[in-house]
């Protein structure tokens, strides 16, 4: 196997693939695949509630949160959440700072639902988050929404934006932590609603976490359908309809890996610091490569940087992938590089790659 780098969908843990792999054809002697069990067996039930209660202990979720395995990937939730939370009114305030930030604006724009702009970073390219206190709420905001991680600008917020109007109400703050949960602590407490596609740190594509405190399952829009209910699919215990069985499963070996091989989000978050740290220092380091983001605001799991010659950037992905180093390439509304840094991304890896941008550097820098 090679290194990857992939945005996403991205690498997964190969004890997860080859446990996988072993369970294939015949699920602890049961004689079939997961992927050919009925949602509603006691087989796929224990593999449905382990996979909940090992998400939960990961990241300390409170009681009075529901957690929700959806399909329809992050982008449905730009539309599901204003659904869910604007039946009594209001408007959804954002912070902008950047393209999953922008679609999930462009979203609630195109549903004609009444939105606000707290703050953005446009004015600096989107290489800082808005300092705390130019977040400003509007007086009838109803939920507050950002993106904790920029996956494609590599910008990262440092703080947890406090969602507060000018009289002094909180409201819900509600975080798409698609491309960083689970790659550090978290204080679940802080968030209203939390969500997150799997295909960077949970598992494969297919799958879309929801982490929803009680009290906001009940401010849906009406009608709603059904499907898009937040309240309904938790009653349901997320089979409203058949789930996405296969990558729930998958997603249980994930959480599996991080709490008895890693050891837990701690340790976690201690490797992707390390990862992190040399590959900045690497690119720092050199007057060939770059990286824009302020450094309180560099992402932790997607580093995209850039060559001084972009006549070089064919020369540089070819040459990566024939020494092992696979989807160096930055998003195509960018451009440049990226890596992607996630949870299953070894150091190895990233010592990998070091070596060759140094080696890359030399002999065409
Ligand atoms: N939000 C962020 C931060 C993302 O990185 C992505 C996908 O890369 C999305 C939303 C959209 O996710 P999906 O493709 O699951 O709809």
Same mark, same amino acid.
């Given at each position: 196997?090679?290194?990857?780098?992939?945005?996403?969908?991205?690498?997964?843990?190969?004890?997860? $693939?080859?446990?996988?792999?072993?369970?294939?054809?015949?699920?602890?002697?049961?004689? +079939?695949?997961?992927?050919?069990?009925?949602?509603?067996?006691?087989?796929?039930?224990?593999?449905?509630?382990?996979?909940?209660?090992?998400?939960?202990?990961?990241?300390?979720?409170?009681?009075?949160?529901?957690?929700?395995?959806?399909?329809?990937?992050?982008?449905?939730?730009?539309?599901?959440?204003?659904?869910?939370?604007?039946?009594?009114?209001?408007?959804? =305030?954002?912070?902008?700072?950047?393209?999953?930030?922008?679609?999930?604006?462009?979203?609630?724009?195109?549903?004609?639902?009444?939105?606000? $702009?707290?703050?953005?970073?446009?004015?600096?390219?989107?290489?800082?988050?808005?300092?705390?206190?130019?977040?400003?709420?509007? !007086?009838?905001?109803?939920?507050?929404?950002?993106?904790?991680?920029?996956?494609?600008?590599?910008?990262?917020? !440092?703080?947890?934006? =406090?969602?507060?109007?000018?009289?002094?109400?909180?409201?819900?703050?509600?975080?798409?932590?698609?491309?960083?949960? +689970?790659?550090?602590?978290?204080?679940?407490?802080?968030?209203?609603?939390?969500?997150?596609?799997?295909?960077? =740190?949970?598992?494969?594509?297919?799958?879309?976490?929801?982490?929803? *405190?009680?009290?906001?399952?009940?401010?849906?829009?009406?009608?709603?359908?059904?499907?898009?209910?937040? *309240?309904?699919?938790?009653?349901?215990?997320?089979?409203?309809?058949?789930?996405?069985?296969?990558?729930?499963?998958?997603?249980?070996?994930?959480?599996?890996?991080?709490?008895?091989?890693?050891?837990? $989000?701690?340790?976690?978050?201690?490797?992707?610091? *390390?990862?992190?740290?040399?590959?900045?220092?690497?690119?720092?380091?050199?007057?060939?490569?770059?990286?824009?983001?302020?450094?309180?605001?560099?992402? *932790?799991?997607?580093?995209?940087?850039?060559?001084?010659?972009?006549?070089? !950037?064919?020369?540089?992905?070819?040459?990566?992938? =024939?020494?092992?180093?696979?989807?160096?390439?930055?998003?195509?509304?960018?451009?440049?590089?990226?890596?992607?840094?996630?949870?299953?991304?070894?150091?190895?890896?990233? !010592?990998?790659?070091?070596?060759?941008?140094?080696?890359?550097?030399?002999?065409?820098?």
């Amino acid at each position: 196997r090679h290194y990857n780098f992939c945005a996403g969908p991205a690498a997964l843990p190969e004890s997860v $693939l080859k446990r996988a792999q072993a369970e294939m054809l015949d699920y602890q002697g049961r004689g +079939l695949s997961v992927m050919e069990m009925s949602h509603r067996s006691d087989d796929f039930i224990a593999i449905a509630e382990q996979s909940e209660a090992d998400f939960r202990a990961l990241l300390g979720i409170p009681d009075n949160y529901k957690v929700l395995f959806l399909q329809g990937g992050a982008s449905l939730q730009f539309s599901m959440l204003p659904m869910n939370l604007l039946g009594r009114g209001g408007s959804a =305030n954002f912070v902008h700072t950047g393209i999953w930030g922008k679609k999930a604006l462009a979203e609630i724009n195109h549903l004609g639902l009444p939105h606000h $702009l707290a703050a953005s970073s446009e004015s600096n390219g989107h290489t800082a988050v808005p300092p705390h206190e130019a977040i400003v709420l509007s !007086d009838d905001a109803a939920y507050l929404h950002f993106t904790a991680n920029e996956t494609i600008g590599g910008l990262a917020f !440092d703080y947890t934006p =406090n969602a507060q109007r000018r009289d002094g109400t909180d409201v819900p703050l509600v975080c798409d932590m698609s491309s960083s949960i +689970l790659s550090a602590p978290l204080d679940v407490s802080q968030y209203g609603i939390i969500y997150a596609g799997a295909q960077k =740190n949970i598992g494969p594509a297919g799958l879309t976490l929801v982490i929803v *405190r009680d009290d906001l399952l009940d401010q849906a829009q009406s009608p709603i359908p059904s499907l898009f209910h937040y *309240r309904g699919i938790a009653e349901a215990k997320s089979m409203v309809n058949t789930p996405p069985t296969y990558a729930w499963y998958l997603a249980g070996l994930v959480f599996q890996w991080l709490k008895d091989d890693i050891g837990g $989000l701690v340790e976690m978050e201690a490797i992707n610091q *390390r990862k992190a740290d040399k590959l900045y220092g690497a690119i720092d380091a050199s007057d060939f490569y770059a990286n824009p983001i302020a450094t309180p605001n560099r992402s *932790r799991m997607n580093v995209p940087f850039v060559l001084a010659d972009s006549a070089l !950037d064919s020369a540089f992905l070819a040459e990566a992938d =024939n020494a092992g180093l696979l989807n160096l390439k930055g998003h195509r509304s960018v451009g440049g590089m990226r890596a992607s840094l996630y949870n299953a991304v070894s150091e190895d890896a990233v !010592d990998a790659l070091i070596a060759f941008m140094a080696d890359f550097e030399q002999r065409r820098g």
